[in-house]
């Protein structure tokens, strides 16, 4: 079974500062999908960025970029220029290519705190 | 165009009781799956229907079950509720299935269920 490790409970940030938040995950396989979500404390659970594991080519959605290491099976977000608005829980989350069905894994999450 | 929509939003059960939760998938998402969230935990896989099937199970008990309705809408049961069911439950939708590059979950706002 995969599994995925969010080793940093809580970060913080300066506002406009560039912040990065770490992943480990752990599989057998060798495609697969990898997600950070953003949940911020209305709930609702909003995809930041995705990168599939067979692309050796970082995914960046404006100030989101990630470091894809396959080999080290570590997947880190970093986030440039943070905004108030970024402050949030971030999921890092697993979906296999070979299982059936679109299941996330998900990791236990990163509070992210911005100062102003 | 509306997004996933989730009722109740709150809600209050004594242990021993029966819980349904209802979860409508953006329009033309025929998969639904549920989640559940732990408080200070990532979210959990419970199921997931596609075309009114069961298509995948996570490691819960029989007491939970879920069912989706030709117009793709899903509910959530949880039998015999105990303490350690109180969590936020997320339904979450995708147009289809299949391991597609855009198959992007889109998550609900969720349910809080507490337990007394």
Not at chain 1, 34 to 55: D, G, H, N, T
Not at chain 2, 1 to 13: C, E, F, M, N, R
Not at chain 2, 77 to 89: P, Q
Request: proline share 4%.
């Amino acid at each position: 079974a995969q599994t995925v490790t969010q080793s940093q409970p809580e970060m913080s940030v300066q506002e406009a500062e560039t912040v990065t938040l770490s992943c480990t995950y752990d599989t057998s396989e060798s495609d697969y999908y990898l997600f950070w979500y953003k949940q911020p404390p209305s709930r609702q659970m909003i995809l930041v960025i995705r990168q599939e594991a067979y692309k050796q080519q970082n995914a960046t959605e404006n100030r989101f970029s990630v470091n894809f290491q396959k080999a080290a099976k570590s997947f880190s977000l970093k986030i440039s220029d943070s905004q108030l608005g970024d402050a949030a829980m971030y999921f890092c989350a697993y979906r296999s290519w070979v299982e059936y069905g679109n299941k996330l894994v998900f990791g236990a999450g990163t509070i992210l705190r911005v100062k102003s | 165009d509306a997004g996933v929509t989730q009722s109740p939003t709150h809600l209050i059960k004594t242990r021993g009781q029966q819980v349904t939760l209802r979860c409508s998938p953006i329009s033309g998402h025929k998969s639904v799956s549920w989640y559940q969230q732990v408080l200070g935990q990532g979210p959990q896989f419970i199921f997931q229907y596609y075309e009114k099937e069961e298509r995948g199970r996570g490691n819960f008990p029989d007491r939970f079950s879920a069912r989706q309705f030709p117009n793709y809408s899903s509910e959530l049961n949880v039998n015999a509720l105990l303490l350690g069911d109180s969590a936020l439950y997320l339904c979450a939708s995708s147009p289809a299935l299949a391991l597609l590059d855009k198959d992007t979950q889109y998550f609900g706002p969720g349910t809080r269920l507490t337990v007394l």
